[in-house]
């Protein structure tokens, strides 16, 4: 009827807040009559003050800023009476002046007779619509959380309360030893970019940095499935121009032009890592740390709404070149942060930096993950790892998984006193060093540590003086070089190098049983490996451990795109490619205006040769047929200009 569609139409435009009011006015009609008295009492807003934490604070990032504003105002408002206002509600406030006020004395019960027109309204809709979906009860919503508590996160989930520096650096030193400015974002850079500062992980803003206004990188959905989504970085047409400016100063040397480029775009990734490795080179760590901590700022900002590292579920190819930037500035914020003593931070950060690609691996994450979780006492995390990848991947076959998992251990056998583990660590350490035996006697040299002479003289551990020929071999030297070169410090304490010579012993006595597992072990280790994974090359290059990178077949790699994937086209590559297209069109436009000037057409050559004949047969033409021209007018097509 008439009536309900008036009535329907009234009920669709009220505000939330006024239907909540309806509902509970009819599960109890008294109390519309106490919600219309409470809303003539007048209420101070609480001032809410900004919080520069906020933005570290945060469980989940993933749904953009409009969309929180959007359920704010959706909540019903809890608002405080000041004092003021709750002496005025125990007298009975006068109606102030008004017709508004006079209509509301004359008519007491108005507003329950608009909650029973409510109410009314709701009973049609009701019968012509059916039964509204109704909320989850209290219990059904306290349960959900529990039981999502409850639930074992992924693996390589990230927690954003150890994935920043900065908060480490306070929870080991307390807050005053901190720089104060590493958070103290000024109002007006937190207005340029409200939406980017909600979305940081890993990087903190400085007070130094130029704002982010736009940067020229965004980030796009390629493909979503069930259990991830992949994602994929973009340049605009004026970071391209930029790149390729880039790319001229990288082949002529020139690092003042790097300063050239960030002031025209101070959030251009390549020329912040470059410029961050020559301040290295040069023993500023701080300063090669901001640049390398800027970039990620400068990479984090423009990251899609949707792309939340703590679910583990996104995903970046690494054959994009676009995307590779990403992949290097968080290695190099790696290996920065470790150096401030900030493992947990660093663990976070290399378990989303494998997250990106867990298949893949480009940048041979898997490598140092071992150490960064024991560095930051997180065993629970490496034996999970253990448990579920490492019969997939088979972890036991890479050195470092080798042996860090038997010390891990050994190690919480140590806190829990459980003999039965101990064991366990022991028959781990016994395997490892007879799949890697060149172990104990790097690890010795490098801690300068005494080893008994039957061990240290045995053939068995005795380590090769030159690089092997077998690629299998050579890789296994380099595997181990680089682990001992990391995580020799693990190894230091006296009853950790005993326990470790305990171990050799009861290996020699298996070599001198003639153990089967041993010539198993040794015919592994020349045929495993093969040729040197780009990954495991990235990762030394990009390491820097000088002993490691004597191993590479070759060293001739770029700081920005080290050892790019095979069948990738690189970016400068690209650019050229479409600059070489662009020029073999070029001629036939010379050839149409010379055509169009009744003059022939110069076949072959270069665009540079085209452009001069254009010029010079346009010069002729506009000045004319010359002395003795008639004779020679037949051979005009014919005529060369001379070098």
């Given amino acids: ?148 508590a409850t639930a074992e996160p992924k693996l390589l989930s990230v927690d954003r309360k150890f994935a920043v520096a900065d908060l480490e650096m306070r929870r080991m030193f307390g807050a005053e030893a901190v720089r104060t400015d590493a958070v103290q974002l000024s109002r007006d850079r937190r207005r340029a970019a409200p939406t980017a500062m909600r979305r940081l992980f890993f990087s903190t803003p400085r007070v130094q940095w130029p704002p982010m206004l736009k940067g020229g990188l965004s980030m796009d959905v390629v493909e979503s499935a069930p259990g991830f989504t992949k994602f994929t970085l973009q340049h605009s047409q004026a970071y391209q121009e930029t790149e390729m400016h880039f790319f001229a100063a990288v082949r002529m040397y020139n690092h003042d032009a790097f300063n050239g480029i960030l002031q025209s775009n101070p959030y251009h990734i390549n020329s912040l890592l470059q410029l961050s490795e020559v301040f290295k080179i040069n023993g500023d760590m701080q300063t090669a740390h901001d640049l390398v901590e800027r970039a990620l700022f400068g990479l984090e900002a423009s990251f899609h709404s949707l792309f939340n590292p703590a679910l583990a579920t996104c995903r970046l190819d690494y054959a994009v070149y676009e995307n590779r930037a990403y992949f290097l500035t968080l290695f190099r914020h790696v290996g920065f942060v470790c150096q401030r003593g900030c493992w947990r931070t660093g663990l976070e950060c290399a378990k989303f930096l494998l997250a990106l690609a867990p298949e893949d691996d480009p940048l041979a994450v898997m490598l140092m993950l071992d150490y960064l979780a024991l560095r930051a006492n997180e065993y629970d995390f490496l034996l999970r790892m253990h448990r579920e990848w490492g019969t997939p991947r088979r972890l036991d076959w890479l050195p470092n998984f080798a042996f860090s998992i038997p010390l891990v251990m050994q190690f919480r056998a140590r806190d829990t006193d459980d003999g039965s583990l101990r064991k366990q660590a022991r028959e781990g350490l016994i395997d ?29 551990f005795a380590v090769p003086q030159t690089l092997s020929r077998n690629l299998s071999l050579r890789a296994v ?89 095979a069948g990738s086209t690189t970016y400068d590559k690209r650019r050229e490619a479409q600059t070489a297209a662009a020029s073999a069109e070029a001629p036939s436009l010379s050839r149409a205006l010379l055509e169009s000037f009744g003059l022939g057409v110069l076949e072959g050559g270069t665009l540079g040769d085209q452009a001069r004949v254009l010029l010079e047969r346009l010069r002729q033409v506009l000045q004319g047929p010359g002395p003795g021209a008639a004779a020679d007018e037949d051979d005009l097509s014919d005529w060369e200009v001379q070098e």
């Avoid at 005993?498 to 012993?505: D, N």
Wanted: include cysteine; charge should be negative; proline fraction near 8%.
């Fill in 477 to 565: 030297q380099l595997l181990v070089t680089l682990f001992v070169e990391r995580s020799h410090s693990l190894w230091r304490p006296t009853e950790i190098l005993e326990w470790l010579q305990s171990a050799a012993e009861a290996v020699l006595e298996r070599v001198k049983a003639n153990d089967p597992l041993v010539a198993s072990y040794e015919s592994w280790r020349s045929t495993h490996f093969g040729a040197l994974p780009l990954s495991i090359q990235r990762h030394v290059y990009l390491s820097d451990f000088a002993p490691a990178l004597a191993f590479l077949p070759n060293t001739d790699a770029t700081l920005y795109d080290p050892f790019p994937p």
């Fill in 1 to 148: 009827s008439h009536t309900q569609d008036i009535n329907f139409i009234s009920l669709c435009v009220m505000s939330s807040r006024a239907v909540r009011k309806a509902l509970a006015a009819s599960a109890s009609p008294s109390s519309a009559a106490a919600a219309a008295e409470e809303e003539d009492v007048p209420f101070d807003r609480p001032v809410k003050k900004g919080n520069v934490f906020a933005f570290l604070q945060e469980d989940e990032d993933a749904a953009p800023v409009e969309e929180e504003q959007q359920d704010k105002e959706e909540e019903p408002e809890q608002l405080t009476p000041n004092k003021s206002s709750a002496k005025k509600k125990k007298k009975k406030s006068k109606p102030k002046g008004g017709a508004a006020a006079a209509a509301a004395a004359a008519s007491p019960d108005s507003g329950a007779a608009e909650a029973d027109e409510i109410d009314r309204a709701i009973a049609e809709v009701r019968k012509q619509y059916g039964e509204v979906a109704v909320p989850a009860s209290a219990s059904t919503e306290s349960e959900a959380p529990a039981a999502a």
């Fill in 432 to 460: 490892a060093l007879l799949r890697f035996p060149e172990f104990l006697v790097r690890l010795a040299d490098k801690l300068d540590a005494r080893l008994r002479p039957e061990i240290k003289t045995h053939p068995f």
